[in-house]
DNA sequence: AATTAATACTTGCAAATTGCAAATAATATA
DNA sequence: TATATTATTTGCAATTTGCAAGTATTAATT
């Protein structure tokens, strides 16, 4: 088998470079983990600090800081939990749901464009494959657990 | 066709992971950045300063400084252009080169481990794809264009 | 019920990383 | 020779980071 490393990392530093150009919306500029943190709290159903912060791999504390800037960004909200109020819930503002949307909406033009440089076929085995890895990886013991 | 977005969103966050992992070798620890640069400037012959600046899309003047770093950490050389004194010249060490090789061999028994969970013929279908996406990145207008 | 332990989150640093603007150094052009 | 251009390096000043230690709240133990 060829050098996987080499693929790989061309690929992902691309989808890094790809990712980097997401992070304005409607007049409003954020950080690229920023962007994460927000797609990570609308996909999750009311997530804890806690439970992002392990899904996206950073230190909590790092973590508690960047949700108080997107809270003091208006676009976070976050609320105590009645039933355990050590535990604090995420969920976007309407505004944050709209700068969800956008970035979301602009990812997927980036990646339609990248994809339209395909035929069909390719296109469906891209997406299978990637799916395929996804699968691996989250059986995978040497990394990636976090994250579900 | 399906959310294009969530699948990569999740394979290079998989990803990042996993490139995580990849950075202590004989007793030395780099950074991430660190060990791309270090990628970067193996798989590249004799680049100078600005061509792996432009590569891994960081800033020349926060380059500059890594590059520093590696330097005084004895795994980089740097060394002015004969035929043009303001370029210099970018190239590992013994010592530079023997850790590229750790974390290379590193990452490949990583990601081998990950294809183990295929089938032959997923592996082969997988590897095609990431090919392809390389490929149409490349061709791609909306993000990437660094990196040869 | 009172102590102790465990969990979820937040601050206090201090170090590392970043990027812009300005500086230097070397070459190319007028 | 003077001016412009290119490659690289500093000077900040702001942001981001992670560890250790803190607070707040709940669970377990006595």
């Given amino acids: 088998m060829e050098n996987l490393r080499e693929i790989f990392q061309i690929m992902t530093r691309r989808f890094g470079l790809l990712d980097k150009n997401c992070c304005t919306a409607g007049g ?3 950080s690229l983990v920023q962007s994460h943190i927000i797609y990570e709290i609308d996909r999750k159903h009311n997530p804890s600090i806690q439970q992002v912060a392990d899904s996206l791999a950073i230190d909590v504390t790092t973590f508690s800081r960047q949700v108080q800037s ?3 960004m208006g676009l976070v909200k976050k609320t105590p939990l009645p ?7 995420l969920n976007l503002t309407t505004e944050g749901k ?23 076929f390719e296109q469906e085995m891209v ?10 990886m989250a059986k995978s013991s040497v990394c990636c657990t976090p994250l579900g």
Avoid at 83 to 89: A, L
Avoid at 128 to 136: A, R
Wanted: aromatic share 6%; net charge negative; no cysteine.
């Fill in 98 to 120: 709209y700068i969800a949307t956008v970035i979301d909406g602009q990812m997927n033009v980036y990646l339609k464009e990248v994809f339209s440089h395909m035929s069909e």
């Fill in 70 to 72: 997107l809270v003091k």
């Fill in 28 to 30: 409003v500029d954020i």
């Fill in 83 to 89: 039933e355990d109020r050590r535990i604090h819930i």
């Fill in 127 to 136: 997406i299978n494959s990637i799916k395929l890895l996804n699968e691996s």
